[in-house]
C-alpha cells in the first residue's frame, strides 16, 4: 500500500513538545512534507531557535516515521520561527520587535547586568535577532562588559543607531555619558529617556530584546511598564535572605503593573574550587528555587560565583564568547534556554488559548 501523508501525520503525534505539551502536529510543526517512493521529506518549525531539545524531538520525529512500513529514507530540517508577543504584537512604539523582556532585580550587587549580558548573547548564538538595552541610566555597565567604547550614531531619519557587538545591537546611557559623569534626573527625565530608548531607536527586527533595569522598583520599571506591554520580567537574585526578600517586592511590583514573571534566576549560587573541585556556598544555594517553587513561578537555573565571569565581565568579553565551553558559559545557556521556553509558552497560549495547558 502507498504511504499517505496521513500515515505520516499520525506517525509525528507521537512528538510532543515538552512545554507546550502538545504533539507537533496540532501544534502546526510540521511543514511542507513531501512523499516519494519511500523517502519522507519534512520541516518542524520551532517558536525558538534556543529550543533546548531541538536534537531530541528531531530524534524521535525520524524514529516514529521511520518505524511505518515502506519508509526507506526520512529526511527532516529543524528551523524556527520565534512568535510574537500577543501583547507585543504590531506595538506602535516597537513594532518591529517580537519582545520584550525586562531583567530586574529587587537590589543592587546581583549581577543584573552581567546576566543580562551573557543570556543576551546565549540567545543570540542559537541565530536569534537579539537587542540589549541598558535601562540602568544611573549605572550604565552594559557598555564596560561587553568591552563598547563608541558613542551611538544618529541616523537620517533621526533616530539613534545602536551598537553591534557580538552579534548583538545594544543601546546605553553610557554612550551618551563622560567616564566620570553622573545622570542625576527626577521621574519626567526618567521616563522620556526609556521612550526614546524604545520608540527612537533604529532596532531593526528583532526577535528578543532584553531591558537591563536598574535596581530596586523606582520610575524606570515604572515608565517601561506603562510604555510597552512586556512579554515579562526576569528576576535575578542572590541566594541569601535579605536578596530574596527583596527580589520578591520586585516580583509584587511587576505583578501590580500586570506584568508577566517569566521566571527567577539565582545568580552566585555556589563557588566551585577550580584546583580541588569544592563546591562552597558562600551566599547560600536553592534559596531562588525554594522561592520559585512557593510563588509558583518558572526557576530559570543557577549561575555560580565564578571568578571568570568577573574577570572576562571586566575585560568587556562576556564568558559566553570567551569560554563557551566553560560551566559558566553551559549555567547561562541554559537560563537563555529556559527563558526562551518560557516566551514560546506565553506566546503559544495567547494564540492557542485555553488549548495550551501552562505548568510550571
Known amino acids: 500500500m502507498a504511504i499517505t501523508e496521513a500515515d505520516v501525520l499520525n506517525a509525528l503525534k507521537a512528538v510532543q513538545d515538552p512545554d507546550l505539551h502538545r ?3 496540532s501544534l502546526g510543526f510540521v511543514q511542507n512534507l513531501t512523499i516519494h517512493e519511500g523517502r519522507v521529506a519534512f520541516k518542524i518549525e520551532l517558536t525558538t531557535p534556543a529550543c ?40 506602535p512604539l516597537t513594532p ?44 550604565p555597565s552594559i557598555p564596560t562588559i561587553l568591552g563598547i567604547t563608541g558613542s551611538a550614531q544618529i541616523s537620517a531619519n ?111 549560587s555556589a563557588y566551585v574550587c577550580p584546583h580541588c573541585g569544592t563546591r562552597e556556598e558562600i551566599f547560600g544555594s536553592g534559596g531562588a528555587r525554594k522561592i520559585a517553587q512557593r510563588l509558583n513561578l518558572p526557576f530559570l537555573g543557577e549561575i555560580p560565583l565564578a571568578t571568570p565571569i568577573r574577570e572576562t565581565s571586566d575585560a568587556g568579553q562576556p564568558i559566553v564568547i570567551s569560554q563557551p565551553d566553560s560551566p559558566s558559559a553551559r549555567a547561562f545557556t541554559a537560563v537563555a534556554e529556559q527563558l526562551a521556553a518560557q516566551i514560546s509558552i506565553r506566546a503559544m497560549t495567547g494564540e492557542l488559548g485555553a488549548e495550551i495547558k501552562v505548568t510550571f
Open 96 to 139: 518591529t520587535v517580537k519582545n520584550i523582556v525586562a531583567i530586574a532585580s529587587g537590589k543592587g550587587g546581583v549581577g543584573k547586568s552581567t546576566v543580562s549580558a551573557n543570556v543576551a548573547l546565549a540567545l543570540a548564538k542559537t541565530g536569534a535577532r537579539v537587542g540589549l538595552l541598558d535601562a540602568d541610566v544611573y549605572g
Open 158 to 268: 533621526q533616530q539613534i543607531v545602536p551598537i553591534e557587538r557580538h552579534g548583538l545591537r545594544v543601546m546605553s546611557m553610557g554612550f551618551f555619558m563622560k567616564p566620570d559623569e553622573a545622570v542625576v534626573w527626577r521621574g519626567p527625565m526618567l521616563h522620556k529617556t526609556v521612550q526614546q530608548f524604545l520608540g527612537g531607536v533604529q532596532w531593526g527586527e528583532l526577535d528578543y530584546l532584553l531591558a537591563d533595569l536598574p535596581p530596586g522598583t523606582g520610575d524606570v520599571q515604572l515608565s517601561l511598564c506603562q510604555a510597552i506591554p512586556l512579554t515579562g520580567a526576569v528576576i535575578v537574585s542572590t541566594p541569601q535572605d535579605v536578596a530574596l526578600n527583596v527580589a520578591q517586592k520586585a516580583i509584587t511590583m511587576f505583578k501590580k503593573l500586570n506584568a508577566p514573571i517569566l521566571g527567577i534566576v539565582e545568580n552566585m
Open 23 to 25: 504533539d507537533i502536529v
Open 52 to 91: 533546548p531539545v531541538r536534537d531530541q524531538m528531531r530524534d524521535q520525529a525520524a524514529q516514529v516515521v521511520r518505524a511505518i512500513p515502506g519508509i526507506t529514507q526520512v529526511d527532516i530540517q529543524m528551523t524556527s520561527q520565534v512568535r510574537p508577543s500577543i501583547l507585543q504584537a504590531d506595538h
